[in-house]
C-alpha cells in the first residue's frame, strides 16, 4: 500500500485544479529528460530499468514509476514510509516547473503552502491497518427500525 503522487506540468501559474483545463497539461519533456531529472534530484535513487527507480530515505520511501511520461504527460510516485517525504517532492517539482497531485486529495500540493492532510490521512490509515492487537468489530449490524403497522 503506498500514497500516491502524480507529477504534471501545466500552463501559467499555480491555482487549483478545479481551475486546469484539460489543454493546460504540458508535457515533461522526453523520457531521456525527465530520468536525468529525477536521478539530479535523488543522486541515491536505485534504477531497476529506465522506468523505475526508488529512493530509499531514512524514514520513507519514494517509487518511481516513469512509464507515464510519454502517455500521459506524467510521473507517478508511490511512497511508503513515515517520516515526511513533502519537502523532498517539492525539490522535484520547484526546480522544474511541474507540480504534485495528491491522488488521495485530487488537489495539486500547493508549493508555498504545502498541505499534508493526504499523507497523514494515509499514515493514519497504514497505522490502523498495522495496529496489533487491532481487530475488526464482531458486533452484529443494528436491528432495523420496526415499520409501523398498516
Keep these: ?16 485544479i478545479l481551475e486546469v483545463k484539460e489543454d493546460d497539461y504540458l508535457p515533461l519533456g522526453d523520457p ?13 535513487a536505485e534504477w531497476s530499468n529506465p522506468t ?16 507515464g511520461v ?13 517520516g515526511d517525504p513533502i519537502p523532498a517532492l517539492l525539490k522535484l517539482t520547484e526546480a522544474n516547473g511541474w507540480l504534485a ?8 500540493i500547493n ?3 504545502p498541505s499534508c492532510e493526504g499523507w497523514e490521512g494515509f499514515k493514519r490509515l497504514v497505522r490502523g491497518i498495522k ?14 427500525p420496526p415499520h409501523p403497522a398498516p
Design 1 to 16: 500500500m503506498s500514497w500516491d503522487v502524480a507529477i504534471v506540468r501545466v500552463r501559467g501559474k499555480f491555482r487549483p
Design 32 to 44: 531521456e529528460k525527465v530520468r536525468a531529472t529525477v536521478r539530479a534530484a535523488f543522486p541515491s
Design 52 to 67: 523505475w527507480a526508488v529512493y530509499l530515505h531514512g524514514d520513507f520511501q519514494i517509487e518511481f514509476s516513469l512509464e
Design 70 to 82: 510519454e502517455s500521459a504527460n506524467a510521473i507517478l510516485l508511490h511512497v511508503h514510509g513515515t
Design 101 to 108: 497531485i495528491d491522488t488521495s486529495t485530487g488537489e495539486f
Design 111 to 113: 508549493p508555498k503552502k
Design 131 to 144: 495496529t496489533p492487537g487491532r481487530r475488526p468489530s464482531r458486533r452484529p449490524p443494528p436491528e432495523p
